[in-house]
């Protein structure tokens, strides 16, 4: 069977909240929409995609995609996926492009989205994503991929300890209290970053 250019998916909830109903909702997906989905789970794997295609499932997030079994042969698909962006391990970290960083340690990492992050506290000069992005450049960030799921090239820097000090000192840049307090508490010794590609 070839792969067609709409698919019929029927889309459930995978969340974990014991015994429940949920809905199941039916609908018609282009080709590059399942794809994109398959990707977030595989990478750019065309033997693997080829198989998620042939099982007829795939878990993305909360969510369970299926669909009838297709049986593409393995030159289609990697034509297919030949639109997608591949990983570019001699990208240069571009800090312009940052949309989001994550603080990582030994505890639960912690999310900082770009726009909220560049927010000011009142007669403050600077904002925590300037601090964020000065110490991305201190420990000079490495390729670690790229994400399907975000769109975007991912970067880790391993934090010194004197630059993560600083860090969660400059936290107190932050307008939102409840954050920077989550920030000055954590053990973070890894930036990961997230670049959108022009």
Known sequence: MALPDRIPVKISSEAAVGLSLTPVVRQELARAQLLENILRVTGKDAGRVREILRQGTVVNGASRFRWEAI???????TVALAGFPDAE????????????????GTRAP??????????????RRRSFWEAVLEAAAKA?????????????DVYHAE???????WLREQSRLLPYESLALTIREASCQRLELWVERA
């Open 71 to 77: 049986h593409a042969e393995a030159e289609e698909v």
């Open 89 to 104: 391990p001699w990208r240069p970290f571009e800090a312009a492009r940052c949309v989001r960083a994550r603080l990582a």
């Open 110 to 123: 912690i999310e900082l989205e770009r726009e909220a992050a560049s927010r000011r506290r009142w007669l």
């Open 140 to 152: 000079a960030p490495t390729y670690h991929g790229y994400s399907y799921g975000d769109r975007a």
């Open 159 to 165: 934090l010194s300890g004197e630059t993560a000090a």
